[in-house]
């Protein structure tokens, strides 16, 4: 569960950043090493997105073969799907330019085959910021729709027929997903727009969380239903449109019913101390064996080890995590600093830290534990990512 919330934290969701800019200098979109960015952000394209880009054709071939033959049709709507895509990647800018224009540190925008998802830091969210964010994708999604309208109305009669019926399929699908995703179903949209405004009418975040799950509940349950209520209708009639349609159910249903999880756990973050999540540390020089540290951890009830230069100095946290990947057999020789990972600045937590400031620590420092000091700096002991599972979990 922690591992949810440190995926889409400061997210499904910190200290103020600095507003990143960009320039018409900057590179929109650059690749090095195999990694892609789009104005900065890391931007990730999932092999499903083929399979996306491919069931998109199938659906739109109709479009074309009523005016061109097949191969022209077949090739005009890959290119429609790819173009949809696009749309679909200009849809979850608009969600990250404005979170990141809101001060929100965005860390990554990723297509798959059922469309995109922004990652962003949500530590320190009001019910204004998420809304105006959420709606700022589907803001992006209707521009386009009218844009390609306007210039289908305007290009009539003097561009070849395929650009006339392409701009006019971008209107209509692009209308038909802002539509789709204002749906007040999380996690659509919409229905993080309709949770923010009940989280801000009543000043409730969990219950507008789960006031959206319902619905998106509800909202499940009808599109399930929708070929049969649309039996009448030949579209109700094509295999594709039952399976579409359950797989776009299944995903709204059970993203629904997490969120009605997951909200007891959101509203439990305030209540997070320090001090009541660590455990006890037994400091460790570097050059004992994994099963002397083991030893060391039994005698002494600890339940991590923290590595010290000969000065004193915290340089690793050893937890059960990093011993159970060495065989048993091998512990005996297999030295601790062997297995250990260095301490950044960021694992290092004030006993004092509650709430979000826990959880923000935990994702700045990519790191699965935290070292817990005192005011003068003195070991106090270790906070794990399993710690706070536990935690949360039981709420």
Known sequence: MVSHYLKSF????????????????????????KNLAIFGIPLKVGPSALIGVAFLAYIFVPRYERFFDPTVAWAAAVGLAIVIFVTVLAHELGHALSARALGAKVTEISLYALGGVTRFERAGSTA??????????????LVIAAASYILAELAAGAVPLIIEVTLISIAQISLILAVFNLAPALPLDGGVILSSLVWGVTKNKQLGIRFAAVTGILIALLILASPYLLATGSISQSWVFYV??????????ATSIRAWQEAGAIAKIPEL??????????????DITVSEGVRRARDNKAGALVV?????VPEAIVTDAEVRRVPPAKQPWTSIASIMAPINEAQKVSASATGESILRAMYESRRPSLLITD?????????????????????
Do not use: H, M, Y
């Not at 997210?11 to 929109?28: E, G, I, K, M, V």
């Not at 101390?273 to 570097?286: F, G, H």
């Open 10 to 33: 400061s997210c499904t969701q910190s200290s103020p950043r600095a507003r990143s800019s960009f320039t018409t200098q900057r590179l929109l979109i650059s690749t090095q090493a």
């Open 128 to 141: 204004g910021r998420d809304g105006v964010i959420a709606a700022a994708g589907p803001a992006v999604t």
């Open 244 to 253: 579409f349609t359950a797989l776009i159910a299944a995903w709204i249903g």
């Open 273 to 286: 101390r320090t001090r009541d999540l660590v455990r006890k540390a037994i400091p460790v020089p570097s």
């Open 308 to 312: 010290c230069s000969a000065s004193g």
């Open 375 to 395: 005011d003068e700096n003195r070991i106090v002991g270790v906070l794990t990512s399993d710690d706070l599972n536990r935690v949360l979990k039981s709420a």
